[in-house]
């Protein structure tokens, strides 16, 4: 076998990687359990070992798939990238100043994290992955104040908004579908004990 590397997979794979490595790491303070009485670390652990051995599968053919060189950064997505971080940045520090709910645990990191990534959104280049990233940071920080379904349908609309291509209808379908899969299957089957309408 010859080795084309394919830059493109391989950044992804070495990233998700990282990810992964970074997820054990901050998993190790929690009580794992067994398969049969789980933990809070158990599913998060076996979460990033799954995502640690598909990094590894993709890493692994990136080598041979290419080429696939990288696309050069223009200027707005470097400035979209520096623009994200500080934007991040200071939510992530004055959040707590606006609203006492900024305050408690993480949810300051979660609202820096938000605005970073949509300040990052102005990019063509950065749209898709942080429009997404950016609803996965809001289902957390809504969950805990706003209850499963509001932060599943912020997730869903905001992730919808990263592709001009949905029609209202199909969101809406999505929508609907998805609500009911998730509270069936976090909710019904697994038994999540979490808020499912806002709290005060």
């Known amino acids: 076998m010859q080795v084309k590397i394919n830059a493109k997979d391989l950044a992804s794979g070495i990233f998700l990687l990282l990810v992964a490595l970074i997820g054990i790491y901050l998993n190790q303070d929690h009580n794992l359990g067994t398969a049969r009485r789980m933990g809070p670390g158990y599913m998060p652990l076996m979460v ?3 995502q ?3 990094a590894a599968l993709v ?3 990136s080598l041979f ?3 696939d060189p990288l696309e050069k950064w223009t200027g707005l997505d470097a400035g979209a990238l520096v623009l994200g971080i500080a934007v991040g940045t200071l939510g992530w520090k004055f959040s707590p100043l606006l609203w006492s709910f900024f305050g408690q645990t993480y949810n300051a990191v979660g ?3 938000t605005v970073g990534f949509l300040a990052m959104a102005i990019s063509s280049g950065w749209k898709l992955l942080a429009i997404i990233s950016a609803s996965v940071a809001l289902f957390g920080l809504i969950l805990e104040k706003g209850g499963f379904f509001a932060a599943l349908t912020a997730v869903i ?3 919808c908004a990263a592709e001009h291509t949905h029609t209202k209808k199909g969101v809406a379908g999505l929508l609907v579908f998805l609500l009911v899969l998730c509270w069936w299957v976090f909710i019904y089957e697994l038994d999540i004990r979490v808020n499912l ?3 005060s």
């Open 48 to 50: 990033f070992y799954i």
């Open 52 to 54: 640690g051995g598909l």
């Open 59 to 61: 890493i692994f053919f």
């Open 65 to 67: 798939s290419g080429p």
């Open 111 to 113: 609202f820096g994290i």
């Open 157 to 159: 609309l905001v992730s």
């Open 197 to 199: 309408w806002p709290q």
